[in-house]
């Protein structure tokens, strides 16, 4: 049979497959965060009211950076946007994503890895770039290096610049067991599952710490058997599920704050590898995990998927902006001034080529602390953009 | 915008203003879908100007209910023959690339084939299709009879670019399977 013979035997469909098609109306989905927990969060949404303690007029006690703040009862929505930026205005990590190893494509998610992960050089590269305003590709010369633990048949360093990036084997080609990733991935050095979330069904039950991990990679590592179960509804029938939900963050895999999660009724379901994987472990092994988790783990607080901060952009200095947040205090008296460095052009960007300026309400995301001693200089800062206030209410941003 | 109805009625009316209606409700739609298998735009145009035309012809006597999946029909025919006709290799349409991810599901070169008829074909995918989740099987005929890019579909039914190529996959290798339990090749 050729293509062509598919081809018009797809044209014999009865219209009511197509039909179907044009009048599909798409699901409204619970988010991620919701069904999984707060490991993956929403990445353009702050919500500014609840992240502490809602207080009875109409005030919250809101966390930036570790700052107990006393904003009114108003949370703001960043207008984060999938801006396209041009070439020059792209971070070397941003420009060169594409790499073609022993003829199989590589990608970057544009996370860096520290050099002490990487060891034996794989082989010279021509890592690509595509300028989306010129319509044009860029090329340079790299190396790959394999990364300590994985099989560079899956995942590569590559340099760029001064630092090593994670490039992933991008076809979808799932191991038939959990043996498979133990072997592709020795996950047990490259992925600590010390930090976890309890659920029961979409209920939070509070965030542990564990110290460490061992004792879930014992159990882990002799479920090499457990099948890889491809069903795309599994986590949409899985609201009375029970489980823990680890945080995934691994600088080897290339992965920050994806899910790892054991569900009591014997299954391993986790996004690190980009998609979900789902693995059946059984309901014993599920249960020395949950039962050691939970007896060994320490209470935590939650940790957002980044830190942010919202203001009025009262300044734009020489090398750096400030961010004051009197609009958002209870009481205005008590507006603090953050001071964000444009060091980085992630940040330099958004003014330069943004169009963002003085007077415009800013959300910064943040992923270090806020230093109050260098004047409340906000640290690590990586994206900023503009935001909009909101009074009360509630609304759930898609 | 004017019902469907409406626009039938100048159809059989003869009206012209039928054509203008019938563009401005579904021409969009129409030269999205022409151009995915053709990959260029002003054939693309010629290719539904021509199933207007059709669709001119053929109504009154047809009554067709409803009328965007008729017109669709009729451009994904017209745009094929013009596909086929002004060497397909070269387009590079996304109709192409959707080819080419079916050509592994359904060629074995390693038997002899018997000649199945389209029809014959259709009734098995149809088969198929009714195994398949509304949201797969969505997928699906938004791929191979839209010829839509992975892209468009993830905006279609709310998921990502990433999760439509996956599901795509494993759709394809379901149908390989079903194709050869059937001995569709043989």
């Given at each position: 049979m050729t293509p062509k013979k598919f081809s018009e035997a797809m044209s014999e469909l009865d219209s009511k497959y197509v039909n179907e098609a044009i009048n599909y109306k798409k699901k409204v989905r619970k988010p991620v965060w919701v069904k999984w927990g707060a490991a993956v969060a929403c990445l353009s949404v702050i919500f500014i009211v609840g992240m502490f303690a809602l207080r009875p007029n109409d005030s919250s006690l809101v966390s930036i950076g570790g700052i107990v703040r006393d904003y009114k009862d108003v949370h703001v929505v960043g207008s984060e946007s999938a801006i396209v930026w041009p070439w020059e205005y792209k971070t070397i990590a941003e420009q060169y994503t594409t790499i073609n190893l022993n003829g199989k494509e590589y990608y970057s998610g544009g996370r860096s890895v520290d050099a002490s992960f990487v060891s034996e050089f794989v082989g010279t590269v021509d890592v690509m770039g595509y300028d989306d305003y010129t319509d044009q590709y860029h090329k340079i010369t790299s190396e790959a290096y394999r990364i300590d633990g994985i099989s560079e048949d899956h995942i590569v360093a590559v340099k760029l610049g001064e630092e090593f990036y994670t490039f992933k084997y991008n076809k979808y080609a799932p191991p038939a067991n959990w043996g498979e990733v133990l072997d592709n991935y020795t996950p047990e050095q490259t992925l600590p599952l010390t930090q976890f979330a309890e659920y029961d069904g979409y209920e939070e039950k509070g965030y542990f710490r564990l110290n460490n991990d061992m004792y879930i990679?014992?159990?882990?590592?002799?479920?090499?058997?457990?099948?890889?179960?491809?069903?795309?509804?599994?986590?949409?029938?899985?609201?009375?599920?029970?489980?823990?939900?680890?945080?995934?963050?691994?600088?080897?895999?290339?992965?920050?704050?994806?899910?790892?999660?054991?569900?009591?009724?014997?299954?391993?379901?986790?996004?690190?590898?980009?998609?979900?994987?789902?693995?059946?472990?059984?309901?014993?092994?599920?249960?020395?995990?949950?039962?050691?988790?939970?007896?060994?783990?320490?209470?935590?607080?939650?940790?957002?998927?980044?830190?942010?901060?919202?203001?009025?952009?009262?300044?734009?200095?020489?090398?750096?902006?400030?961010?004051?947040?009197?609009?958002?205090?209870?009481?205005?008296?008590?507006?603090?001034?953050?001071?964000?460095?444009?060091?980085?052009?992630?940040?330099?960007?958004c003014i330069d080529f943004g169009g963002i300026g003085v007077g415009d309400i800013v959300v910064v995301y943040f992923t270090g602390n806020i230093d109050i001693d260098a004047g409340n200089v906000v640290e690590g800062a990586f994206s900023l953009s503009k935001g909009t206030i909101y009074d009360g209410g509630v609304s759930v941003p898609e | 915008m004017i019902e469907d109805g409406k626009i039938i009625e100048l159809f059989f009316r003869r009206s012209e203003q039928a054509i203008r209606e019938l563009d401005e409700k579904y021409g969009k739609v129409c030269r999205k879908l022409s151009n995915n298998i053709v990959n260029d735009r002003q054939d693309a145009e010629e290719c539904v100007n021509d199933a207007y035309l059709g669709a001119w012809n053929a109504i009154p006597p047809a009554e067709p209910s409803p009328l965007l999946t008729y017109i669709c029909k009729i451009v994904r025919n017209i745009s094929l023959k013009i596909y086929w006709r002004k060497e397909a290799a070269k387009r590079s349409s996304t109709y192409t690339i959707a080819m080419e991810e079916i050509e592994a599901c359904i060629a074995d070169p390693n038997t002899v084939e018997t000649e199945i008829e389209a029809r014959e074909l259709a009734l098995i995918i149809e088969s198929f299709l009714d195994k398949l989740t509304a949201e797969n099987r969505v997928i699906f005929v938004r791929r191979y009879w839209f010829s839509d890019s992975c892209k468009d579909i993830a905006e279609f039914v709310g998921l990502t670019e990433k999760n439509i190529s996956v599901r795509l996959t494993r759709i394809r290798q379901k149908l390989k399977d079903y194709l050869a339990e059937r001995e569709v090749f043989v």
């Open positions: 990679w014992d159990v882990l590592n002799a479920c090499r058997d457990a099948e890889f179960v491809e069903d795309d509804s599994w986590s949409e029938s899985n609201s009375n599920r029970d489980y823990l939900s680890f945080t995934a963050t691994s600088d080897a895999l290339g992965i920050y704050k994806a899910v790892f999660n054991v569900t009591k009724d014997g299954y391993i379901w986790t996004n690190i590898f980009d998609y979900a994987y789902i693995f059946r472990i059984g309901r014993e092994a599920a249960d020395q995990i949950i039962s050691y988790a939970v007896e060994n783990g320490t209470e935590s607080e939650a940790e957002p998927y980044n830190f942010s901060l919202a203001g009025t952009l009262t300044e734009i200095a020489d090398g750096y902006i400030l961010v004051d947040d009197t609009i958002l205090c209870s009481n205005e008296k008590d507006g603090m001034t953050f001071k964000v460095y444009l060091n980085d052009l992630r940040i330099s960007r | -």
